[in-house]
């Protein structure tokens, strides 16, 4: 079957005319539309088959190129194991050499062969350890500082950070008594002696506890005592141990101190820091302050340490006795995120603001009258304690509560305004006025409290 050109018919191509237009049949005329449909499509297949060649290529290239950059990776990998690998292997080998010297007292060939452990291996921890240990067998104390120092600087190792603190607490003890002559000693707890310094270096040694003491039985007091080093081995601290020390302006606590009791440092007042071994699992310190490890309860401000406090954002408790007696306090403020405190003005109260926990004593700048802010329900224990820089404490009629000592050392020359009240509200810890001389007044008369205070024997241990 064939199609004419000129009419479309389909017909026989035996036919020499078109059956239907009788336009002449040309055989070659089927043959050349053929070619014509034909060669469009052989042109396009070619073309296909030239791009798929050309894509096929580009892959074969690509993944040569990946398999050479991963043999290349793997060689410089390789290089890089097998040159570590010789580098510890060498180390260590330094280091068990100059353990060796050590060993047998040969500090000095031991601080080469710890040296050439650094050189080879400058990340290696141990080898700064040892070096250390090695300078010191000498007596080389500042240069085992050093070595710990770098190595420290380099590694940032856990364990060199410990050895650096320790050691740079014991260069500072051994070079505060180099040359000092032994002034007094004796025992100071249980298992626990003292050795006073004429510089008045203090070093509490042995294993066990300073034990609870009253008021006047702190050994430290008039002994002109300046910096107390307590060594390893001191398992607690007692009530009372270093209170109204007022020569004292440094603790070192070492970091087996398990336990430290209320009331251990108040009233000494020139106790600027407060430093706890960073090993120790159960207390820290920040810039001489003294928490627990995890910052959240604050256990002691020092005494003698003078301008602004932040309370931390981690705290959640602060002991009563934290502020007592901390006469150069002038303000305290609050971390952003706190969600247990803030900070009004420089006092600090809880956070809904219902309780007033301290007023810095040395809050000068606001001395005269003090107006507590109308939400405030509670005054803490010892808030005001010796806050003698304000003339007039004025309460409003929403404090339902004032904790003991709340307004302990305050001076006859003081007043305490009660609005609202006739009287001192029964609900009041019966200490509330403990060693309190200031004058109680009521907003419609002057009469003093209708309830008898208890008589208390000036040094009587409370709270």
């Not at 396009?44 to 398999?67: D, N, R, T, Y």
């Not at 890089?80 to 500090?107: F, H, P, T």
């Amino acid at each position: 079957m064939v199609s004419c050109k000129n009419c479309g018919n389909v017909f026989d191509e035996g036919f020499v005319v078109c059956p239907k237009c009788g336009v002449p049949y040309a055989a070659d005329a089927q043959t050349a539309f053929q070619q014509e449909l034909y060669v469009p499509l052989q042109n396009e297949g070619q073309a296909k088959e030239k791009a798929a060649g050309k894509k096929s290529s580009k892959g074969k290239i690509i993944a040569i190129i990946a398999v050479i950059c991963a043999v290349i990776i793997g060689i410089v990998t390789a290089i890089i194991i097998v040159a570590v690998s010789g580098a510890n292997s060498e180390a260590r080998e330094q280091l068990s050499l100059g353990d060796k010297y050590m060993k047998n007292e040969e500090y000095d060939e031991a601080i080469v062969a710890f040296s050439k452990a650094i050189d080879i291996d400058p990340n290696n921890a141990e080898a700064y350890t040892k070096l250390a240990d090695a300078y010191l067998a000498v007596g080389n104390h500042d240069q085992a500082v050093k070595t710990l120092q770098a190595g420290y600087d380099r590694t940032h190792s856990g364990d060199i950070k410990n050895r650096l603190d320790e050691l740079s607490v014991k260069v500072g003890l051994e070079a505060l008594i180099d040359g000092a002559a032994v002034k007094e000693s004796g025992a100071c707890g249980d298992g626990l002696t003292y050795t006073l310094y004429d510089n008045g270096v203090t070093v509490v040694d042995g294993s066990g506890s300073l034990g609870d003491t009253d008021y006047d039985s702190v050994i430290w007091r008039n002994k002109n005592v300046t910096e107390v080093f307590m060594k390893e081995g001191v398992s607690s601290i007692g009530r009372y141990a270093f209170r109204d020390c007022d020569t004292i302006t440094c603790i070192h606590i070492p970091r087996s101190v398990a336990n430290i009791s209320e009331w251990a440092f108040n009233d000494s007042d020139r106790l600027t820091a407060i430093n706890v071994d960073p090993d120790n699992n159960y207390y820290c310190s920040v810039d001489g302050v003294l928490y627990n490890k995890d910052k959240t309860v604050l256990e002691a401000y020092p005494c003698g340490k003078w301008g602004t406090y932040n309370l931390p954002y981690t705290v959640t408790e602060v002991r009563n006795w934290a502020f007592a007696g901390c006469m150069k306090l002038r303000y305290i403020g609050v971390e952003n995120g706190s969600e247990s405190f803030l900070g009004n003005d420089g006092v600090l109260f809880t956070k809904d603001g219902k309780t007033l926990v301290c007023y810095p004593a040395a809050r000068s700048e606001h001395s005269g009258e003090y107006q507590v802010p109308e939400d405030v329900e509670i005054i803490g224990a010892h808030a005001f304690y010796a806050c003698d820089e304000i003339s007039s404490i004025i309460l409003p009629e929403t404090v339902r509560e004032a904790e003991y000592h709340a307004f302990e050392k305050l001076n006859a020359d003081q007043t305490i305004v009660l609005l609202g009240k006739e009287y001192v509200p029964y609900s009041w810890n019966s200490k509330w006025n403990y060693k309190c001389r200031a004058e109680v007044k009521f907003e419609e008369s002057s009469q003093q409290s209708s309830t008898e205070e208890p008589q208390y024997n000036e040094w009587e241990a409370v709270y």
